[in-house]
């Protein structure tokens, strides 16, 4: 079993900047993937980032330039630095572990809310 837990998020004006961040604890994979999703209002959960324990990223479009996804590998810790916001970033923000990519089994934080008020 994997445990995840997030932190930061909150309500911040258009064009400021937030910090994610998400530890995971457990049952930890060394080839573990970890990234951030988040659902606005009213819509589907879509993918922000994720990050492999090599480094390697993924970022989606939408956020390319403004969002930035790093990682700890020593804390099983991933971050997502967040500047440029946009009032369309608000969101409930979610940490996502999988033990390897396309893992069938993955695991989700509580989620956090970002608002960016325009």
């Known amino acids: 079993q994997v445990q995840v837990v997030e932190s930061g998020g909150g309500l911040v004006q258009a064009g400021g900047s937030l910090r994610l961040s998400c530890a995971a604890s457990?049952?930890?994979?060394?080839?573990?993937?970890m990234g951030w999703y988040r659902q606005p209002p009213g819509k589907q959960r879509e993918l922000v980032a994720t990050?492999?324990?090599?480094?390697?990223?993924n970022v989606a479009d939408s956020v390319k330039g403004r969002f930035t996804i790093s990682r700890d590998n020593a804390k099983n810790t991933v971050y997502l630095q967040m500047n440029s916001l946009k009032p369309e970033d608000t969101a409930v923000y979610y940490c996502?572990?999988?033990?390897?990519?396309?893992?069938?089994?993955?695991?989700w934080g509580q989620g956090t809310q970002v608002t960016v008020s325009s």
């Open positions: 990050i492999t324990m090599r480094l390697r990223t």
């Open positions: 457990g049952s930890i994979s060394s080839i573990n993937v």
């Open positions: 996502n572990y999988k033990p390897f990519n396309d893992a069938p089994t993955e695991y």
